[in-house]
């Protein structure tokens, strides 16, 4: 080999080597980068992971410490238990005789000194009601006239109405499962009750409300402000959704084996147009045909937590001030009753605030997690501020967010759905909506039993 092919390799040998330091030398700057930055776990006080996945961990509320004394607040009407003024039963308590020197004491007067009362509830035993069948000949043109047994009297024996509204009110409302069902009518109210016919009787039930349950469609079709959102539940193993719509006066759930807009398009199929929709920032739930979207800015406020505990970016912290001004400036519209005027001082102000957030330069590189979440709401701007422009706007979709939540805690007590997810939803939409309008929810599902299935 001659000197010069020496050099020649030397030289590509010395090149290549320089080009594995550089690269070492960057992995090593990224390695260094990574253990500076705080690694940040997502839960529920900065992320929608809902709180029963904060596995031993306290959570943390996304409230300020408030300055309020701990306890009842000024003006919090309390309540007490009352006694009755016309009690069931009543024990005259005498003593017949003198406890210090033994003289009797039938003879003399008494006087009331004081009362208490004790309540109780007696052993619930089933009423069985029979309907007897009479047949009788008429005279004059002989035929036998037979009478009719009462509507929905239609088998040799059966469970009645009240009946049917306990199982739906444990079932649906207080989530217990099909077996502890069944052993609670049998233990608390001897009344023998297999898990398939708690299975008829909550299908039969659905049946009964199901013009309830498209009137409550209706009412959401045409409210002003709709919440909306959904959340996955296991049906016979496979992977299903229960959504939900709803505002303050009805919740409206539909049980799907789809996530998309597909959903949405077989529930409403021209939308939502007269109503805000108020949601996360899921596409299907943006791409709904409305008059106006609202995004959940709790469900930002958790985000732009999370980013300020990972990249400490200053853009995430002035956002979240910004976020929790809003907030701040909801509560005083609502103390008011005056909402923000489109073009008032304050309005420009906080839409003034949020263009300057949108056009921060943010290093891609540095900072993936904040530039994503900057282009999301570049994509969503208008969607942020409209709850202060209409007192009827939240600033959140907690309600949606409570209203499906009953679903999680009936899996987690009942276990996935088998084949009653529909008799669920139906069932569920017209308890919750009972409970929103104020109705006693007893003697209503009562009186919803006792109708014939359409």
């Given at each position: ?93 005498k ?16 006087i ?6 004790v ?17 009788c ?5 002989q ?12 088998a040799?024996?059966?469970?009645g ?12 409302y ?32 659905a ?27 296991k ?33 409403f ?13 899921w596409?299907?739930?943006?791409k ?19 980013l ?12 979240k ?7 701040e ?28 957030l ?10 993936p ?10 994509k ?16 959140d ?32 939409s ?25």
């Open positions: 080999m001659t000197d010069t092919e020496t050099i020649s390799n030397l030289q590509a040998e010395n090149a290549f080597q320089s080009q594995k330091i550089k690269s070492l030398e960057e992995k090593v700057e990224l390695l260094l980068d990574l253990l500076q930055k705080k690694v940040v776990k997502k839960d529920s006080h900065n992320s929608s992971l809902p709180p029963s996945s904060d596995l031993f961990t306290k959570n943390k509320s996304l409230r300020a410490i408030s300055t309020r004394p701990n306890g009842g607040q000024v003006g919090h009407k309390g309540s007490t238990l009352k006694m009755s003024e016309t009690p069931d039963n009543i024990t005259e308590l003593s017949d005789f003198c406890s210090v020197c033994g003289q009797s004491l039938t003879s003399e007067l008494f009331l000194k004081a009362k208490r009362q309540i109780e509830i007696p052993p619930i035993i089933p009423i069985y009601e029979e309907y007897r069948q009479y047949v000949q008429c005279p004059t043109c035929h036998q006239q037979l009478a009719d047994f009462p509507l929905g009297v239609n040799p024996i059966q469970y109405s009240s009946v049917e509204t306990l199982v739906g009110y444990f079932s649906i207080q989530y217990i499962p099909f077996k502890r069902l069944q052993s609670l009518f049998s233990q608390l109210f001897f009344l023998p009750l297999s898990q398939g016919s708690i299975g008829n009787i909550l299908e039969r039930s049946e009964k409300c199901e013009s309830i349950y498209q009137e409550i469609k209706t009412q959401i079709l045409q409210s002003s402000v709709v919440g909306s959102d959904e959340t996955g539940a049906v016979n193993g496979a992977k299903w959704w229960i959504w939900v719509w709803q505002n303050l006066q009805n919740t409206f759930l539909v049980a799907s084996d789809n996530r998309g807009s597909k959903t949405i398009g077989s529930v199929d021209k939308g939502l147009p007269n109503s805000v929709m108020v949601s996360d920032r596409a299907a739930q943006l709904t045909h409305s008059k106006n979207s609202q995004i959940c800015l709790a469900h930002l406020l958790r985000d732009l937590i999370y300020v505990e990972t990249e400490q970016l200053d853009f995430a912290i002035q956002f001030t910004f976020i929790i001004r809003i907030f400036s909801k509560k005083i519209t609502a103390e008011n009753n005056k909402a923000y005027i489109q073009n008032s001082e304050e309005a420009i102000l906080l839409e003034q605030t949020l263009n300057g949108l056009l921060i330069s943010i290093d891609k590189e540095k900072y997690k904040s530039a994503t979440f900057q282009v999301s709401i570049l969503n701007r208008n969607f942020i501020l409209p709850c202060l422009y209409n007192l009827e706007i939240p600033p979709n907690n309600g949606s967010e409570r209203a499906i939540r009953n679903i999680k805690v009936k899996q987690k007590v009942s276990g996935q759905f088998k084949s009653g997810q529909n008799a669920f939803c139906v069932i569920r017209v308890i919750d909506t009972l409970l929103k309008r104020g109705v006693e929810l007893i003697p209503c599902l009562n009186q919803i039993n006792k109708l014939q299935p359409v």
